[in-house]
């Protein structure tokens, strides 16, 4: 009896002795797999923090460009409810927005470019027979043409000192009206995406005022302009205000504010509706307040 309970005890042992052995080689084995997917691991952390370094040195410049088309056309034959029964009526709108960046760590360099036109074209038919016929080119609505390009170098993660060069005229008549301000000062950028302000206390604006009998001049003065770029899921928006706040008493004043917006919805590949929107006070140019609105198609890329 003693012999079989040894015998007993001595199969207990070999058994757990060779399951321990079996549990300890698990061990080493999935030790070895965790080291080796740490060693994985560790080389795609240095493959991120290479393509991050790239392109936090400026790898190149960051693009985009978006645009809105806007065109309609309206005829009427002998429709005596309308005050010019026999008309037609034509309209083309056309806006761009477009950007290039290139932004490291010690520097910055942001360039932006707004272009808006506009054309309608009206004929009308007369009683005796004679017609009011111009083309569509001819007749100018809207016409602005910002460009702005802003250079800095960061101070901390929400400030940083720039340098800021922004025309604002039109296309067809270039600098007649128009404003040409060079400036330094800071940068602010807030804790929200694509949102950037501008503060230059030290300004110089020259105005091209292009009206008659009142002459060109110019001043010292404040900058300030923000612009907030942003794309969802179908849809975009753009938004650029910029003020001039001088120093010294012209006439006419030069303060100035302008406030542009372009909103677009995607609908197919692209393609979808576009909204374009502006405000503008400026007295050397009216002493009115300017504004002007356009809905159209819109293609942004």
Known sequence: MKKFILLLITVFAYVGFVHG????????????EIAAAQEALDVLVEEEAAIAASIETGAGWITGYGGTLGFDFNKSNGWVNNPNPNASSSSLHFGLTG???????????????ILTKSWQDIDLSNADGTVDDDGLFDNGTVDILNVSSLAGKPISDFIAV?????????????????????????????????????????NYRYAFTGRDAVEST?????????????DWDGYAFSSTLTSFIPYQ???????????????SFDLWKGI?????????????????????YSVGLSYGF
């Open 218 to 230: 110019g001043s010292v003065g404040a900058k300030l302009r923000a612009d907030y770029t942003h």
């Open 272 to 292: 979808g509706v576009g909204i374009t929107a502006g405000i503008r006070k400026a007295e050397f140019e009216s002493a009115d307040t300017q504004s002007f």
């Open 21 to 32: 052995q079996t549990l300890d080689a698990d061990l080493k084995a999935k030790q070895a």
């Open 99 to 113: 950007f290039a960046n290139n932004i490291t760590e010690s520097f910055f360099w942001r360039n932006k470019g």
């Open 249 to 263: 008493s012209n006439d006419p004043n030069l303060f100035e504010y302008t406030w542009l917006n372009t909103l």
């Open 162 to 202: 720039s340098a800021l060069g922004e025309l604002n005229t039109s296309l067809g008549n270039f600098l007649n009206p128009g404003t040409l301000d060079i400036g330094l000062g800071i940068t602010l950028t807030p804790d929200i995406d694509d949102l950037i302000v501008v503060i230059h206390p030290l």
